[in-house]
């Protein structure tokens, strides 16, 4: 019983670097899908282009070919990433090329009177989007941010190949330990089923929140 809850121990500590991993990487993928998104609605043609080709390299590609490059590949022009520097990059510039089409998606979609009223109002283009747009915006985008979210946190199990110690690579090393395939990734299952809740759950409480009053704006 012993051994087993050191095995635990293992498998919550891989659970926290698992956590890191999805926070740290959901705040990279945020600012890069706002970036690209809103470069994507630029009137300028190099930041679209720009804009355009990151969104379809990192759709376009492997998750696991991108982690391998950042990892392996940089070095090799001088600049070296820990484990952890690699894995949350890898995972931020993935999703975030992903939440970029919800941006401009949910952008496009506020209707046409808005925009003529912020003209109307005389404001500037950086204004209106920070005071009437991306108000509107944002309860689009947040049901999809939250499933990207999650898929994020889903996605943090390929950074056991360049050997970070996640949830699935301590459950690797306690089923080679014990030869028991079953209880340390029933474990890891749970655990990451609870995280995705718990994900779920605080954007739901915070889309009820920016929802609070938006449907008079309307």
Avoid at 20 to 44: K, N, Q
Avoid at 134 to 151: D, K, R, S, V
Wanted: no cysteine.
């Amino acid at each position: 019983m012993g051994d087993w809850a050191g095995y635990l121990t293992l498998i919550l500590d891989g659970a926290w670097v698992t956590v890191r991993l999805t926070v740290m990487g959901a705040a990279v993928a945020l600012v890069f899908a706002f970036l690209a998104g809103l470069g994507r609605l630029s009137r300028h043609a190099a930041v679209r282009w720009l804009a355009t080709a990151y969104i379809e390299f990192f759709r376009g590609t492997s998750i696991f070919v991108q982690l391998f490059w950042i990892y392996f590949v940089l070095p090799l022009t001088g600049v070296t990433l820990t484990p952890m520097q690699a894995g949350v990059m890898a995972l931020g510039l993935n999703v975030g090329a992903y939440g970029a089409e919800v941006v401009r998606g949910a952008i496009l979609s506020v209707p046409r009177d808005q925009y003529e009223a912020t003209t109307a109002l005389n404001l500037t283009r950086w204004q209106r989007m920070r005071h009437v747009i991306l108000p509107q915006a944002l309860p689009l985008m947040l049901p999809t941010f939250g499933n990207n979210a999650i898929e994020l946190l889903k996605a943090t199990s390929v950074v056991s190949l360049i050997s970070l110690s996640d949830m699935t690579f301590q459950a690797q090393v306690v089923r080679s330990q014990t030869g028991n395939t079953l209880i340390p990734f029933v474990t890891v299952l749970v655990i990451y089923f609870a995280l995705s809740m718990t994900i779920a759950a605080a954007v739901g409480a915070l889309e009820r929140r920016v929802t609070r009053g938006l449907d008079g704006v309307r």
